[in-house]
């Protein structure tokens, strides 16, 4: 241990870590405690994970699989349940904008990957949630050329219409709604990504068609019905409204009562 | 091509169902609660509203209701059971080992998570309450009712009721089970609205208010009423009936 890293230790502060560990999809998995030192209150939530799994390196143990990329809260890659809550502890933020000074020194963090039938475990913290994007696929989209940046100009939005659609945008499909939803469902990930579209004229013609096959492709996914429980809402790190939901049931109504 | 009736099967479709059968029987509440308050203007007017009840559209009207308000609650209730146990358990085989809340504006909480079985409790509860007071004369005496300058007889339901509310037990069950509602309907009524996609931003809010302020109103409502006929029984009791101080 080099010089730094003895001061480092001896400054930083010491966690118990319970995490799930399972070897592959389909495979048997648990919860193993780690301890891990040296961790300073600035460090975020990820660093923490690497600073244990170079330990876990050190001592020729396998590293714990956990998925993320931009870690500046924009991708939506990283995905971890804290303590029983998804991208833990700090509303509106990513797992990885999440920062260490949240966690009292010494104490004990359980991390857990998201559950749902829809999301298998690939590996220890990581889901596939490739089902998103085929809800995607399903609807997600406008069939036309809605034209390069200057026509934006020529179609004109009202300042509620594309507030409403700008809120629905800023979803980066992390899918902590799923993993948050005490019952697996996809509500506020697939509203959202109808009204975005829903509230802009270039989404009209689609419209009907689109919302009955988003709902459909989420229903055939094995997503679970939607309780209102809203605590989708307060773990999204984009703090996307349950009225995107309310405005999904309205339009689905409205697309198989008059197709 | 999705239809009205195939879209009823989808996930959407069972919050339609469930906030619509849910917001008819929060409809029939409210109109039981106000009709329950003839008990303190006495036997006479009680049972008269009865008999009006039991006579409107030719005796018919009170068998469309009671088949209407059957249905809903066939359909909520296996609605329910559907959502909140099979789905549920379906969606997510493999469950997290720690529970955790969100804070700040989740709704989810002791409510909102027990419906089902308050749900339950209530059905149980109907069930007794339809065998103890509408069903009451086919496994007890029942005494007939004369109403006044008249030759029309009826059962005297009134005295069913206040012969019930004077027995302790029962108006501790009733006290119970009228808390279990108003915790369904914190969570139930506001949820039937934004089910049914009739909410928004700006109006969700106040609609989860409102819920508080129904659900708080039937609840103490409905157990005001046991109550105050189990300490006033002398009065509910006497002939003329009613509560007189
Ligand atoms: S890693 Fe990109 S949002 Fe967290």
Known sequence: MSKEETVAKKQGSRYTVRVWRQAGKDKPGQLVDYQVDGIIPNMSFLEMLD?????????????????????????????????????????????????????????TITIEPFRAKAFPVIKDLVVDRSALDKIIAAGGYVSVNAGAAPDANSILVGKESADRAMDAAACIGCGACVAACPNASASLFTSAKITQLASLPQGQPERKKRVKAMVEEMDRLGFGDCSNHGECEAVCPKEIGINHIAQMRRDYLMATLAP | MTTFTGALRSSLGKKYLMGFTGLVWVGFAIGHLIGNFLLFAGREAFNGYAYFLEHLGHGMLIYVAEAFLALTILIHVANGINVAVLDKSAARPVGYQVKGNAR??????????????????????????????????????????????????????????????????YVGLYTAVMLLFGMHLKHGVWSAFQSLGLLNKKTTAPMISL???????????????????????????????????
Request: a negative charge; proline letters at 3%.
């Open chain 1, 51 to 107: 600073v244990l799994n170079e330990q876990l390196t050190k001592e020729g143990k396998e590293a714990i699989a956990f998925d993320s990329d931009c870690r500046e809260g924009i991708c939506g890659m990283c995905s971890l349940v804290i303590d029983g809550v998804a991208h833990g502890p700090h509303s509106g933020c990513t797992t990885c904008a999440v920062r260490m000074r949240d966690f009292p020194s010494g104490s």
């Open chain 2, 104 to 169: 700040g504006r989740t709704q989810k909480g002791l409510a909102s998570q027990t419906m089902i079985w308050t749900g339950l409790t209530i059905l149980g509860f109907l069930v007794l309450h339809l065998v103890t007071f509408k069903f009451a004369y086919l496994w007890e005496q029942v005494p007939d009712y004369k109403f006044e300058g008249t030759n029309i007889m009826t059962r005297d339901l009134y005295s069913v009721v206040v012969r019930r509310f004077s027995e302790g037990w």
């Open chain 2, 211 to 245: 819920a508080w302020v129904v659900s708080i109103v039937l609840s103490l409502g409905f157990l005001f009423l046991p109550v105050t006929v189990f300490v006033m029984n002398e009065s509910f009791a006497s002939p003329a009936g009613g509560l007189h101080l």
